[in-house]
């Protein structure tokens, strides 16, 4: 049986140069085992202290989220998974599950140290190693660019859904509004205006369109309308309700419509008091359009920005607040969810600093978004910045749930992360630590509960 399984493990290729004598060493130290379909070897939390080699068979590693799982891994006739000799892996994060009936070669590590004896056994496992941690890395950092492109584009889809709506909503009731202009304009035309009150009415429109309405309390505004609304039935208006509070948002007093009611006889009053409204309420409706129109048009500039869009990776001046406040729009509805502060404290007069613009937004991205994660709601964030001794330094401040004590000095470490399994990869800061090396600049963080603060330096010279 030995000979059996030597031979079938000898002509997988990572294993086709390894003496026979050392792959029977290797079965020797082994056991064979034998998997059905559905069966979970490993599963969350599990010690890892066993290497897999999969002799016939299929099996798969796979994330739980919710009620879904992902598939991380397949490993087929040849792989080899679990803990390898030299290899520092503690404990799974994953299920490593039997997809069909399974014969897999298991070696426990107290076995590695008379493996590492055969030298080139040994060195088989050692390249299956550094190619599974190539592999991984790789893997992992396209997932965490695929989370953060999942993250921006939530961002994108939230803050442009409001005013795209909004323009909608605006455009529908501005529709319907001009499709009963032409009877509105019939009326006005059958009053037969002179000139002068042609002018009159025009010159009430613009001067209230052109000044700013008074703030008003909520009562004072609710007294003004009843007002408004008595007066304008007092002369026979219909709907003077609904009339009163389109005056009321425009500024209009009872002065106001005394003056329009000055203008003619009592025939006139109705269709021009109908008219004057009409426009308020087009001019609102196009202003509606306009404000959303503007958001969507900000929010395209700040990705513009944030991207770096047709824009050359080359050190260039770095415009701190600009670029802060992009990055702060994307986020804008995560920020909005938990009710979250976020004060913004730059100097004008900082040094010019110039830098990689793109590849710096990802930093500030990175730790918004993880300060964002650490607070409770109605959190706070502070960044500030200023000169010292030569340096740019950047604070990025919050008061969340802070970084325990024991674990501060490995979180820019790959693929460390204090978040739940299926939450982040643990790349973030790994990558925000190798932007900012790239600029020749150091992080540090100081956390306690209540308070952390990373700190950016940055040579200006």
């Known amino acids: ?93 994953a299920y490593v599950t039997v997809m069909e009936e399974s014969t897999v070669l298991v070696t426990h590590e107290d076995n590695f140290p008379e493996i590492a004896s055969h030298y080139q056994l040994i060195e088989s496992f050692v390249h299956a190693l550094s190619d599974r941690i190539r592999h991984f890395t790789t893997q992992q950092q396209q997932n ?62 613009f001067d209230k369109l052109e000044s700013d309405p008074p703030s008003l309390s909520l009562m004072e505004r609710t007294s003004q309308e009843d007002e408004l609304a008595d007066w304008l039935e007092d002369h026979g208006i219909e709907e003077a309700y609904e009339l009163a509070e389109t005056f009321a948002e425009h500024g209009f007093d009872v ?85 979250v502060t976020v004060e913004v404290n730059i100097p004008d007069d900082l040094p010019e600093f110039c830098g990689f613009v793109s590849e710096l937004n990802q930093v500030w991205m990175n730790l918004l978004d993880n300060a964002v994660d650490a607070l409770e709601q109605e959190g706070y964030i502070e960044i500030s910045a200023e000169s010292k001794n030569g340096d740019l330094r950047i604070y990025f401040k919050d008061n969340g749930t802070g970084i325990p004590e024991e674990v501060q000095n490995k979180i820019f470490d790959p693929f460390f992360t204090t978040k739940g399994v299926g939450q982040g990869t643990g790349l973030g800061l790994d990558f925000v630590r190798k932007i900012v090396q790239k600029h020749d600049g150091t992080i540090s963080v100081h956390s306690k509960p209540g308070e952390t603060i990373f700190e950016l330096c940055f040579p200006l010279n």
């Open 255 to 339: 002065s106001a419509l005394e003056e329009i009611n000055n203008i003619g006889d009592d025939m006139l009053l109705p269709p021009v008091i109908k008219w004057i409204e009409d426009v308020f309420v087009t001019e609102k409706m196009i202003a509606e359009v306009e404000d959303a129109a503007r958001r969507i048009s900000d929010l395209v500039s700040s990705i513009k920005t944030y991207s770096h869009m047709d824009q050359a990776n080359e050190k260039e001046p770095v415009d701190l607040e600009k670029l802060l406040k992009s990055t702060l729009s994307i986020l804008n509805h995560r920020i909005k969810e938990k009710q």
């Open 1 to 93: 049986m030995d000979d059996y399984i030597v031979k079938g493990i000898k002509s997988f290729p990572q294993f086709s140069e390894v003496p026979e004598e050392q792959l029977q060493a290797y079965v020797e130290l082994s056991e064979v085992c034998t998997y059905q379909p559905g069966e979970i070897i490993v599963k969350p939390g599990d010690e890892i202290n066993k290497m897999y080699l999969v002799l016939e068979g299929n099996i798969r590693i796979q994330l739980k989220r919710g009620d879904q799982f992902t598939v991380i891994d397949t490993f087929d006739p040849g792989d080899l998974t679990g803990k390898l000799p030299f290899s520092r892996l503690q404990s799974s994060l």
């Open 144 to 205: 965490e660019k695929l989370l953060a492109l999942g993250k921006l584009s939530a961002g994108l889809a939230h803050e442009l859904n409001n005013p795209a709506s909004a323009m909608v909503r605006s455009a529908t009731s501005l529709k319907s509004n001009l499709h009963a202009k032409p009877e509105k304009f019939k009326g006005m035309m059958e009053l037969q205006l002179s000139e002068e009150q042609v002018d009159a009415i025009n010159k009430i429109i």
